[in-house]
Antibody, heavy 125, light 107 residues
Framework: EVQLVESGGGLVQPGGSLRLSCAASGFTFSSYAMSWVRQAPGKGLEWVSAISGSGGSTYYADSVKGRFTISRDNSKNTLYLQMNSLRAEDTAVYYC??????????????????WGQGTLVTVSS | DIQMTQSPSSLSASVGDRVTITCRASQGISNYLAWFQQKPGKAPKSLIYAASSLQSGVPSKFSGSGSGTDFTLTISSLQPEDFATYYCQQYNSSPYTFGQGTKLEIK
């Protein structure tokens, strides 16, 4: 059974940093691209970042480019999101999501079949 | 970036009804279109991929169609558990973008 469990959320001041983790199990983690998707309170879904199975390719939304860094440790079956220079508009529930297919095209990276339960990040003074 | 526009933004329907939600892409995305269901406080659940392919375990009351820029999600014989928010999403190219959501409410 595929399981994705996020952690690391919390309250942080504007300009601060936070690192989110997503522990994966139930599939061959290194074979699948992974993404982070966020949802601000009462709002819709926004894709944030994706990383290939090997970790060699990364992609970002313009809203977080230069501030957030996605990475993965395939030996630990864990996905990360390092968030720096946080702003109030980064307040959201952050979900990790697994790509449905184990392939290497960018259209594969963006199709998600499993999601974690989410972790709340609140940026406020 | 590819913009995804859903309509309507909200929809009231009764148990047993059949409803259709539409999603339009700002440029052609072939059939790289997915649909998700989300209930309050829960993660999104994948329903359909490749515009019309049902995810494993999803009941056949859900169906999708379309290609290029215009897509639809149809839910037949609505049951209480179907009342939720539905999102379309394009995965043709990064950044992967979602529609704004359609909230399906009980009439």
């Amino acid at each position: 059974e595929v399981q994705l469990v996020e952690s690391g959320g919390g309250l942080v001041q504007p300009g601060g940093s936070l690192r989110l983790s997503c522990a994966a199990s139930g599939f061959t983690f290194s074979s699948y691209a992974m993404s982070w998707v966020r949802q601000a309170p009462g709002k819709g879904l926004e894709w944030v970042s994706a990383i290939s199975g090997s970790g060699g390719s990364t992609y970002y939304a313009d809203s977080v480019k230069g501030r957030f860094t996605i990475s993965r440790d395939n030996s630990k079956n864990t996905l990360y999101l390092q968030m720096n220079s946080l702003r109030a508009e980064d307040t959201a529930v952050y979900y990790c999501a697994k790509a449905q297919w184990a392939c290497s095209s960018t259209s594969c990276y963006g199709l998600f079949d499993y999601w974690g339960q989410g972790t709340l990040v609140t940026v406020s003074s | 970036d590819i913009q995804m526009t859903q309509s309507p933004s909200s929809l009231s329907a009764s148990v047993g009804d059949r409803v259709t939600i539409t999603c339009r892409a700002s440029q052609g995305i072939s059939n790289y279109l997915a649909w998700f269901q989300q209930k309050p406080g829960k993660a999104p659940k994948s329903l359909i991929y490749a515009a019309s392919s049902l995810q494993s375990g999803v009941p056949s009351k859900f169906s999708g169609s379309g290609s290029g820029t215009d897509f639809t999600l149809t839910i037949s014989s609505l049951q209480p558990e179907d009342f939720a928010t539905y999102y379309c999403q394009q995965y043709n190219s990064s950044p992967y973008t979602f529609g704004q959501g359609t909230k399906l409410e009980i009439k």
